[in-house]
């Protein structure tokens, strides 16, 4: 009798953490979604391996965050709603990426130092 209690603690262990190991990842997309937001347009440079991401959340007026290599470089918030057309452009050096948002203009930043770029 006693094998068999110690044979379903066991079981029950492995099952409880199963659910909470699924239920982990589950609420991790939710909470991402919910603070961080969806990606719109995500772009990868070549040669160089670095990505570029415009992520948009919210349900009316909207908040645009523009990402480099997963490191926010800019966020703006109460956009219009609908399509914002965006659009990002690597340059051939893969050294600066230009952003696009209708309502923002183009906004073009340094690969490496993270910084907005004047033209």
């Known amino acids: 009798m006693k094998t068999s209690f110690h044979t379903y603690r066991?079981?029950?262990?492995?099952?409880?953490?199963?659910?909470?190991?699924?239920?982990?990842?589950?609420?991790?997309?939710?909470?991402?979604?919910?603070?961080?937001?969806?990606?719109?347009?995500?772009?990868?440079?070549f040669p160089r391996y670095h990505t570029a991401c415009i992520s948009r959340f919210g349900w009316g007026e909207q908040a645009i965050t523009f990402q480099i290599d997963n490191v926010w470089?800019?966020?703006?918030?109460?956009?219009?709603?609908?399509?914002?057309?965006?659009?990002?452009?690597?340059?051939?050096?893969?050294?600066r990426i230009t952003f696009h948002v209708d309502g923002l203009g183009d906004q073009t930043y340094d690969e490496q130092s993270k910084h907005r770029v004047e033209d």
């Not at 239920?23 to 719109?40: D, I, M, S």
């Not at 470089?73 to 051939?92: C, H, M, Y």
Request: no cysteine.
């Open 10 to 45: 066991y079981l029950v262990g492995f099952v409880a953490g199963m659910v909470v190991t699924i239920g982990l990842f589950a609420g991790k997309g939710v909470l991402e979604f919910v603070f961080v937001g969806e990606p719109v347009v995500w772009q990868d440079s």
């Open 73 to 95: 470089v800019f966020q703006t918030e109460d956009l219009a709603g609908g399509n914002l057309k965006e659009r990002i452009v690597w340059e051939s050096d893969a050294r």
